[in-house]
């Protein structure tokens, strides 16, 4: 992510940055303000590892962008494109093929052929129970290690697949994916930070409210946060994870 230290308006146009994360190397483009699309290259290089922040000089005036981190994902949209598609913040659906009630790779003796269709449709109509936390890297994370924490039963109870929404605040887009998946039963797994951090708390009491209006049977994950902040890093390190049914 880059930050402009200065407003474009002062280099008397749009200002804008192309950098490659990869190479670490840069291009200014400087628009007209009377709206051309034309754009000029006022400035080109490469972004040393230590620097950050990237001095430069355009026609006796100085200028300056900052480069920032941004978060952990981005969502992709075409939406401004023709026949393009919003990104929707969609819900990821995670399973591990070791311990899931679905087997994708079968082959049908009679045609040679998967039956993953016909088994995703079967899957997904039979009562099960789930997981739930909030992003799709830990989801992935977290369910290729739960048959190394818990054996066959204990899976049958607490799920053995999980649904992750981008963020704490996107709780209500679990909704649709419950009921489409026939979920009778839910584990939810946010990160334990929520004790200290009060927008997740007030959204995490949120999403317990809806699971419970919804008829759904609620069962909190919980573990010693000074060990582990989320779910995936607690099922890595070992660290006990305890239950409580709401």
Wanted: hydrophobic share 35%; aromatic share 10%.
């Amino acid at each position: 992510m880059l930050k402009k230290v200065i407003k474009s308006s002062v280099l008397g146009g749009k200002l804008k940055v192309d950098f490659n994360s990869y190479t670490r190397k840069y291009k200014v483009l400087l628009y007209s303000a009377i709206g051309k699309k034309d754009a000029t290259v006022i400035a080109e290089g490469e972004v040393p590892v230590d620097q950050d922040v990237v001095n430069l000089d355009y026609a006796g005036m100085k200028y300056a962008f900052k480069m920032q981190k941004g978060g952990k994902y981005f969502w992709v949209s075409s939406a401004k494109q023709k026949d393009g598609a919003k990104s929707q913040s969609p819900v990821s659906v995670v399973y591990n093929p070791e311990i899931a009630r679905l087997d994708p790779t079968k082959v049908d003796p009679n045609t040679g052929k998967t039956t993953e269709l016909e088994q995703i449709k079967a899957y997904s109509k039979k009562p099960k129970a789930v997981w739930l936390t909030e992003g799709g890297l830990k989801a992935i994370i977290a369910t290729d290690y739960l048959p190394m924490r818990f054996n066959q039963q204990q899976l049958d109870v607490i799920g053995r697949d999980f649904l992750a929404v981008g963020g704490v605040s996107q709780y209500s887009h679990f909704l649709p994916m419950l009921k489409k998946l026939n979920v009778t039963s839910v584990t939810t797994a946010y990160d334990m930070d929520f004790q200290e951090n009060q927008q997740v708390k007030d959204n995490y009491r949120k999403l317990l409210k809806m699971l419970k209006q919804h008829g759904y049977k609620v069962r909190f994950a919980n573990w010693d946060l000074s060990k582990a902040k989320g779910i995936d890093d607690a099922l890595v390190k070992g660290i006990e994870i305890n239950f409580k049914e709401i």
